[in-house]
């Protein structure tokens, strides 16, 4: 089971990425530095807790971008090849348009 956390932790934590999307990053350190210049907090673990739960965030958002950037390159590349196999193929001729040989016998 996953941990519970506090729903003004998540309310808090969605309102400062709202806010500030480019300020945070997937390290827990670097986001707990950046709120304490964001705002002012008595409690350390209330803080450890935003951070925590920002750095999730960071991550899952992260990790979705990168599934659809995949799928996006996959299908560019299955685009780009199919391109490249009509271009140098050459239609092989119908046996309508087709020259008929004479059976020698």
Known sequence: MGKVRPERV???ARELMDRFPDKFTAD???NKEALKALIKTYSPK???QIAGY????VSVTQAAEGVEAEETL???EAES????ETEGETPPPSDETA???KEEG
Do not use: H, S
């Open 10 to 12: 998540k309310r808090i």
């Open 28 to 30: 827990f350190e670097a």
């Open 46 to 48: 209330l803080r450890n």
């Open 54 to 57: 920002i750095t999730r965030l």
């Open 74 to 76: 996959a299908e560019e």
């Open 81 to 84: 090849i199919e391109i490249k």
């Open 99 to 101: 020259p008929k040989k």
